[in-house]
């Protein structure tokens, strides 16, 4: 289930600052704006394999080396691969390599605002399209290489990189640098205009858009809906002559510790609890 909805998820943009993303389930996290998104069709060299490799020309250096990791590492536990912020992403080209960050002096800027840059921002999606057309063209060459023990701070140009390699999220901008905002895809001025400005207008608009979003709400629900009923005929069929599926025993065993530590001996006390629990 897991699986399925980030594969679900990262078919689609993905704001990393926000959280928001076009294949959402949830209605307050769906990414509202157009975007038009291009395939970045590629190919990851890991020792003495070509991996290919699906990317957007929307997702930031970090979302394209989570992406990478995942296709390296695929029946590898997480806790054994390295973490984003152990490696860098290099753009091979020949035998040179050159290391694609989140931010660095050519981000594009705007006063105060700093976009992160994505695989669109370095042409990757051109080169991808054009290698399309014609094979003999190079088409975009990956390699994670590991990252230098370095000192983070304010004026490194990957401190970004480095933040949001540790999940660092904001509900609105994230800050670094003295008054510098960075966003991703949408700025939140941008997000506050589209939804209808304030008050009631805000909330007019909200209902429209929702209404015009319906279908890609219900659409992804689709998708994953098997997935669910897999985990949950999963948690509730009991196995051989087992008398009680495992997650209720657990659950049950879990109201016998909480009534003994609590110094309820009320058996019918605890015969509510289970009760009243079972149907959640």
Do not use: C
Not at 165 to 171: E, F, G, I, L
Not at 230 to 258: C, E, H, M, R, S
Not at 263 to 279: Q, Y
Request: glycine share 6%.
């Amino acid at each position: 289930l897991f699986r399925a909805i980030k594969s679900q998820l990262e078919k689609g943009p993905v704001d990393v600052i926000t959280g928001e993303a076009r294949n959402s389930l949830s209605e307050e996290k769906l990414l509202r704006q157009h975007l038009d998104v291009n395939v970045v069709e590629g190919v990851v060299e890991n020792e003495n394999e070509v991996i290919p490799i699906k990317l957007l020309d929307t997702d930031t250096i970090s979302q394209a080396k989570e992406k990478i990791l995942d296709a390296l590492y695929k029946n590898t536990p997480v806790s054994r691969r390295p973490q984003l912020a152990e490696v860098d992403l290099e753009l091979r080209r020949g035998n040179a390599g050159i290391k694609l960050y989140d931010h660095d002096p050519n981000s594009e800027k705007d006063g105060d605002w700093v976009r992160i840059n994505t695989l669109g921002h370095y042409k990757l999606d051109q080169m991808s399209q054009e290698h399309a057309k014609n094979p003999k063209n190079p088409q975009p060459r990956f390699k994670l290489s590991a990252r230098a023990e370095v000192a983070l701070d304010s004026t490194s140009f990957d401190t970004i990189g480095a933040i949001l390699a540790r999940n660092y999220q904001d509900s609105m901008v994230l800050s670094v640098e003295g008054g510098t905002r960075f966003y991703h895809l949408t700025r939140p001025e941008v997000v506050n205009e589209a939804a209808g400005g304030e008050g009631g207008t805000q909330r007019q608009g909200k209902k429209i858009m929702s209404e015009v979003f319906l279908t890609r709400l219900l659409a992804t629900k689709r998708i994953l809906q098997p997935y669910v009923d897999d985990l949950f005929q999963a948690l509730f069929t009991v196995p051989g002559n087992i008398a009680l599926p495992k997650a209720i025993k657990y659950l049950f065993d879990f109201l016998d510790l909480q009534a003994a530590d609590m110094g309820i001996s009320d058996p019918e006390v605890l015969h509510t609890w289970k009760t009243n629990s079972l149907p959640l």
